[in-house]
């Protein structure tokens, strides 16, 4: 039986970024939810009044035997501007902002000793503004968010933004896919 770990990261919408990570071998599970904020219990719809100090964030179970910690910060940092501060495309707001929630000092560290090497080797034209914080007051997301390019794929939001970046994670990550 897999020893399975929990990884948290903000990556703009979570909409986006839980499809992206539902579709990777070794992930046993995502959900979305909220993580960095003051507010107990917080409502998506106080999450959008940007007074919560919550960011939208996917909470990944995975299993390490099968992806590194560092193979799915790889896939973070592919599938996100990591340069925008509070900012992934149309979406403004600090719910949206670029954030690892590290579970353990070892994640910690791999975090900043992996954005380091982004920074040095010049992967982003700006600097990455990615914050790295130990995980705090996380929170599921009301029901009807989890799974949502699934269970909408009528939405309009999901055909313009979702499904380009969707196919473009496929197309660069096949061979880690489910």
Avoid at 85 to 111: C, I, L, M, W
Avoid at 119 to 148: C, G, K, L, M
């Amino acid at each position: 039986m897999a020893d399975f770990q929990t990884a948290t990261f903000g990556g703009g919408c979570f909409w986006c970024t839980e499809a992206v990570f539902l579709e990777l071998r070794g992930v046993k599970s995502v959900q979305s939810g909220y993580a960095g904020g003051h507010v107990a219990n917080p409502t998506y719809e106080q999450i959008c009044t940007k007074k919560t100090g919550h960011a939208e964030v996917i909470q990944i179970t995975y299993d390490p035997d099968q992806i590194s910690y560092e193979g799915l910060l790889e896939i973070f940092f592919q599938t996100h501007d990591p340069t925008t501060k509070d900012q992934q495309g149309n979406d403004v707001g600090p719910q949206y902002r670029s954030a690892v929630f590290y579970h353990s000092d070892e994640q910690k560290q791999t975090a900043k000793q992996f954005i380091g090497k982004l920074e040095e080797s010049n992967a982003f034209s700006a600097p990455i503004v990615t914050e790295v914080t130990e995980i705090n007051n996380y929170y599921s997301a009301e029901n009807y968010h989890q799974d949502y390019v699934a269970n909408n794929p009528g939405n309009p939001y999901c055909a313009m933004v979702v499904r380009p970046k969707l196919d473009k994670f496929r197309q660069q990550f096949a061979e880690k896919l489910k």
